[in-house]
């Protein structure tokens, strides 16, 4: 996946450790200091909830144009408020 053609609403599919999947929405992405991020969801969650309900996580966009989770509480803190601010 080109991080440049990541696109709000692209539906993907995260495989946790214990080797369930879940299919997850690109719900927002911003640029912030030179590093693409997106906002996602459960796509189950959105299907089935209120807005207030649908629990979002942030993931980093890698050179290689996958996902990767974020580094530190610091980053975190960082992408949350700059998501806050544009929505």
Not at 13 to 31: C, G, M, P, R, Y
Not at 60 to 80: A, I
Request: hydrophobic content about 35%.
């Amino acid at each position: 996946m080109d991080k440049e053609h990541v696109e709000v609403g692209e539906i993907f599919t995260i495989t946790e450790e214990s080797e369930q999947e879940h299919q997850a929405e690109v719900l927002a992405k911003q640029d912030i200091d030179g590093t693409q991020y997106v906002a996602v969801g459960f796509v189950e969650d959105i299907q089935e909830e209120s807005d207030e309900d649908i629990d979002i996580f942030f993931l980093k966009v890698d050179e290689d144009g996958d996902f990767t989770p974020l580094d530190s509480d610091e980053e975190f803190d960082k992408v949350s408020a700059a998501f806050r601010e544009t929505i």
